[in-house]
């Protein structure tokens, strides 16, 4: 289950570290060779905080907000200080008879690319981090700009965006080969990693850094 919060965003300002994990089986068959196998199309993304980088009172915020979350049960919305942001990203083509589509990011290559589900987009009108201002359009809230086939549309007019799961909802179905294009925000969907996370703020043995990771279709 999902808590419609964001973790504190200033915490990322002393270095989450970032990792990639695939999703991947990998087994040596008899042949000698090797037997590759994905269960998710693009890997997840694995965040840890360096805890005793943080002020105490950091340390205490996360060990609240930590608790608030049960641990690794209830998921959370943080802002990942690199992927965030959809730029002229089409995510669909109409049909003249299909009203919803999922917001989505492209990712991978040439070779194997995938178009990833955002399924929590940062709703308009909300504040962008200090730390994230500037990298992309410069601005201190957000917003979203959607075109059908080029034409400007009007949030709340023309379509509709739920922040529990990313579907984009127009009020009229594009036309057959309109391509939908969107530009905006989005969060990533993380839970706490692991049974455990230890507190101690005075031992030097209290360095065990909280893990995040990324959860999918939540």
Avoid: C
Avoid at 27 to 43: K, L, M, V, Y
Avoid at 123 to 146: D, H, K, M, N
């Amino acid at each position: 289950m999902r808590d419609q919060v964001v973790l504190n965003s200033s915490l990322s300002v002393n270095g989450w570290r970032a990792m990639r994990m695939p999703n991947a089986t990998i087994t040596t068959t008899r042949s000698f060779g090797e037997a590759r196998f994905s269960r998710s199309p693009w890997p997840r993304r694995k965040y840890q905080i360096p805890f005793d980088a943080l002020t105490q009172a950091d340390r205490l915020y996360l060990i609240g907000f930590y608790d608030g979350r049960n641990g690794p049960v209830r998921s959370f919305l943080i802002w990942d200080r690199d992927e965030n942001y959809l730029h002229d990203q089409q995510i669909g083509v109409g049909d003249g008879v299909t009203t919803t589509f999922q917001i989505g990011v492209t990712g991978g290559d040439s070779l194997n690319s995938f178009l990833k589900p955002v399924w929590a987009p940062v709703p308009t009108g909300a504040v962008i981090p200090f730390e994230l201002r500037g990298i992309w359009p410069g601005t201190t809230t957000t917003s979203w700009t959607v075109t059908d086939a080029g034409a400007p549309q009007t949030e709340g007019a023309n379509f509709t965006i739920n922040p529990a799961n990313g579907i984009m909802t127009f009020s009229a179905a594009p036309g057959v080969g309109n391509p939908i294009v969107v530009t905006g925000w989005y969060f990533t969907v993380v839970r706490f990693d692991g049974p455990e996370f230890d507190v101690e703020l005075d031992s030097i043995f209290g360095r065990v850094q909280p893990d995040m990771i990324e959860v999918f279709n939540e």
